[in-house]
């Protein structure tokens, strides 16, 4: 094996990509700031959270450069974290959402 | 299976960065990436027992959240968020630069995301002031005028657990940052080996994603919904 | 054995590459970390047997007599901190794993030797952080924590005790991270994934769980601190908190530790079952999966932990249900090991003793977790000695067995030199007896319902407790031996040559001990894991 | 030296039968299948034991097997789910008539509260054959109802009631544990339950001069100035809490609870975490002010103001027909 030294030559983004993503981040930034203004009731958690997820994604796929890996396991590695994570919330919930019921 | 003490074979050949335990740069470079990964969920889950905890409350005790949400500053941290968006995208830039070998603009880009961190940083700190000034630490200095001061309190005591491990965490992003900077001026990183750039991009990209979730959580509760 | 010859000609090896305080205390070579780590936990071993003995001699009238009862409350509680982070958390992973994952692999080392190190220092920073919590006065609380006991009530070293036992786990963390990245990345060419010993499989399940289940152990210890120091008030029930949270965050993190403190022993097991019984292991594809799926489900049942502290019923029948499931792959093991026996060639060595102890105590403390996971029937013993001893079996009896057996499975490969075989049965069987008269009888004491943690209790429950700390004086004698021994051997012992057992497995192809870069050359995998069928016999018995 | 040498605890509870069964039930499936597995280790070390001239035989696995011994423990498993989560449901539901004591658990010791105005410290009379129902709450941290006897035992939480019931079957004076982690005389916390014969009790009851529980609930209504906004005859500042205890409320957040015990607790503890639908959350914070004891009483005052309209009745829950809670219950939901 050879001309090891060239290896890293990784997925380059194109500087446009980036700014695209800043641009989408600072609109949505706007939005979430701009709708918490306004009472929706219940939903206004969800559409928070819901941007807040778009935005995380963004950051994630892009600036992380998720998009572009090419390892299988890495991705893996990502949604195990998110399952956990859920496992412990929603598990949770199961006993505080409950507790009510009697 | 011999036993003769045979000479390690690719040493002789490659990149000074190429550890001696690992065969090929690609090996390493694969460890490294999913190291930090891997890393990076345990911080996941780190983070996630403090939003465990914010939900549970939160949904016990939603009035009060809401209460204590109005004692937030939204303009401190809508600036915030945009202050930490404008860094990602400067870490971002700072580490394709070092992937095409752009010493100078990695050095200037990275420099320019501590920058931004100091500002965030600066930021926290005007509002934890005020917030220490307004009685709005947990314990003996809490005062909260209002109907339901103490779960109030149990608000506050998570915005500033929350708020409180994602500044140390910003802390230690600046400084790993600072000498990333230090390690890009002097040559270190160029297309063949820019790996601790790409980690510490993603850390700093990992503390950003943090933020933009706390955002809404702690700031904009503020209106109520229902009676 | 008296006139041991020295090795004909000195191999360069781990052990004599370099001498010195800072070769060791500087190194990067998994195997001498491997050591560093034996030296940590050992002490802590016996300072938590120590421990252990006052508790049980304490408790040999049931007077409070022997010592205060803040100090018993202390007791336990180092006690168990301290055995459980200290020493059987790190005890498989962090010595044999480390020892012995990259040789296994065929890797020159872990992924990350420098983190390696690093978190031996963390285990070190934490043990001294443990050490001055005892020294000045020690914890009371429980290894549980519980507030609002511990964040507003206890008057003993709380913090630090907390502190300790968040660097602790940092080790923890990176020592899995490191094993994850390690098996993935670094496995030498053929040595694919159905071709990995069980060992490695099972030290992956476990660092699955150090990694995503410690970090919110280390969040929890952080809150329950930041109660203490400015009274955050987040576990308060007198400001709305709710100490349950506490309690579903620590055995978030508690219950698949407690995984972590067997699978790596059911590592050990497969390979020495598989080993002195000279087949392949019955069903190697089902012990693997099962070994992940024990690791993915041991997350989803912590809440049986809780079923009286005030859960809501249908999160209690959840639970319940949940804790079953992790029991399936629990019985695949057990069957699948004793199904490898079967048509067997069957040795009887030291390591195979202790892993006929682990099988059957392990069986004994796993059903009687199924007693504990039958909601009504934990109603009555859960905080009682019957949990104590449900769990020492598997702790204890399982584990540790594991952790010793594997010792002296390995020991030629680590030292180089043989263990005296006749003093290694000797001790097994000490410790077989010991551990049996020391528990058994707190499974009747915690039916008839003796709650644990207590310093003093009813006279009728005396005659039980007697028999347990009996069994505790023998069980100490029989972890003192080996000690002994292992120490006398790296002397005495008779030289080993690379494979006295005629084990399969790549570790027991290169030199013992081996070199600095484990093989001389990197090694490629042309055959299956415990490949015995094309193994030369080995003579019949030592 | 040793008075007796137990080995199964005493039974003296209705749970305590069923509890054993499941016991047993187990200690024989698993007593099996562990010496079933010992055997088979035996057998196979001595059978196979390494001798000259024979090797192993390699065996590479059986799915059908695997199948089977994951498929049959899963089936048996679930059947052990199913009894023990049984006598779980009836240990978690107290029947609806039953008597009320309510229990302040603090280091170290158990404060009783009998409806009938009775107290007592780290004894407990409680009659044979009435189902009783233990309202518990906790002063500082965390204990533990345990009578190994009647096998139950449920945690203690401070700042919330959990509830334990039973209904004793011999007479007899039982240990009560804490079996809870509690501090320094955690194994100190211990007492005993008395169990009578129903007449016996009836005697012990009308021992001493004590009013009962809810006159002195009562009481406290009036002195704590509750009654300025809570009123009987019109409607006052807050809500009217005649028939308050077990009725459906909805909150200005939209949900609709159950006013339990918890509730009704929390609602006289912090008033605004759950504001009843069209009241303004005015009424002042008792948390600190009041004790335990002082709360327990204002719950069972409020509660005996479903039974009658004085609200003074507070006598032992006897059954007396269906609870009244129950058909307002019916509309809501
Ligand atoms: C290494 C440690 C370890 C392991 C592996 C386990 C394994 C299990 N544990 Fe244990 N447990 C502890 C350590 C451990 N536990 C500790 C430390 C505590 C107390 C903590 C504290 O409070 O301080 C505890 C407490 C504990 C409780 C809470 C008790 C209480 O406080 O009320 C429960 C309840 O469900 C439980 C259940 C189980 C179950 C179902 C398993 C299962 O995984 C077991 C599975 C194994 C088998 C079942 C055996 C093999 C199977 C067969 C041979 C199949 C054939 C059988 C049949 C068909 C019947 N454990
Ligand atoms: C993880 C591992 C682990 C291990 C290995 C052990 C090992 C032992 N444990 Fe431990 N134990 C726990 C984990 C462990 N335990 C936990 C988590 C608890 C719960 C704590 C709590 O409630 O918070 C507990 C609680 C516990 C109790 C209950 C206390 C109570 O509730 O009041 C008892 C009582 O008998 C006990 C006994 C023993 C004994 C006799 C051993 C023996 O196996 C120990 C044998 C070892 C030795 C005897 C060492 C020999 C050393 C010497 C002879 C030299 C000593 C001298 C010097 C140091 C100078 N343990
Ligand atoms: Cu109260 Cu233990
Ligand atoms: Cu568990």
Known sequence: MVGERGIMSAHVVPKKTYIAVWITLMILTVVTAAVSRIDLGKVSAIVALTIATGKALLVVLFFMGVKYIGQKMTIVVIVAGIFWLAILMVLSMADYGTRLWS | MSHSPAVVTHDQVHNPALQHHFATMEQQQEASTMGMWVFLITEIMFFGGMFTAYMVYRYMYYQAFVAGSEKMDFWWGTINTVVLICSSLTMALAVRSSQIGQRKALVVLLIITMLFGCVFMGIKAIEYTGHWKEHQFPGTNFHFEGPDPQHVEIFFSLYWAMTGFHALHMLIGIIIVGVIA????????????????????????????????????????SHKHGG | MATSPTPAAERENYLNTEYGIRSWLLTTDHKRIALLYLLLITFFFFIGGFFALLIRLELLTP????????TYNKLFTMHGQVMVFFFLIPAIPAVLGNFLIPIMIGAKDLAFPRINLFSWYLLVIGGLLMMYTILTGGADTGWTFYPPFSTAFAKSQVVTA???????GFSSILTGLNFIVTIHRMRAPGMTWSRLPLFVWANYATSIIQVLGTPVLAITLMLVALDRLFAFGIFDPQRGGDPLLFQHLFWFYSHPAVYIMILPGMGVVSEVVSCFSRKRIFGYKFMALALIAIAVLGFLVWAHHMFVAGISLYAALVFSLLSYLVAVPSAIKVFNWTATMYKGSISYATPMLYAFGFIGLFTMGGLTGLFLAALGVDVHVTDTYFVIAHFHYIMVGGMVMA????????????????YPEAWGKLAALIIFVGFNLTFFPQFVLGYLGMPRRYWQYSPEFQVLNVLSTAGATI??????LPMVYFLWSMRYGKVADENPWGAAGLEWMTASPPPTFNFDETPVVTWEAYDYANLKEVPVEP | MFQTFPLWPERASTTAGGVDALFIFLLTLCGLMAIMIFIMILVFAAKYRRSRGREAEQIEGSNALELTWSGVPLVIFMGIFVWGAAIYFKERTPPQDSAEIYTVAKQWMWKFQHMEGQREINELHVPIGRDVKMIMTSQDVIHSFYVPAFRIKQDVLPGRYTVAWFRAT?????HLFCAEYCGTSHSGMIGDVVVMQPAQYEQWLSGGPAAPLAQTGKQLFLSLGCSTCHRFDVQGRGPNLMNAYNRPVLLDDGRT?????????ESILTPAVKVVSGFKPIMPIFQGIISEEQLNALVAYIKSLNQSPEGTAGTRNTPTGSPTGQPQMMQVQ
């Open chain 3, 475 to 480: 069980l100490a004698v029989g972890y003192v």
């Open chain 3, 403 to 418: 952790y010793i057996g594997g010792l002296h499975f390995w020991w030629p490969k680590i030292s180089g030199r043989m």
């Open chain 2, 182 to 221: 230090f390690y890009s001026w002097r040559g270190k990183y160029g297309p063949d080996y820019y790996n601790p750039v790409e980690n510490v991009g993603l850390y700093w990209h990992f503390v950003d994603m943090v933020w933009i979730y706390l955002y809404p959580l702690l700031y904009l509760i």
């Open chain 3, 162 to 168: 907390a502190l300790a036992i968040f660097v602790a």
């Open chain 3, 63 to 70: 007077a409070g007599d022997l010592v205060q009862a803040d």
């Open chain 4, 257 to 265: 609870i159950t006013a339990d015990e918890n509730y009704l607790r």
């Open chain 4, 170 to 174: 011999k007479a007899g004076r039982y």
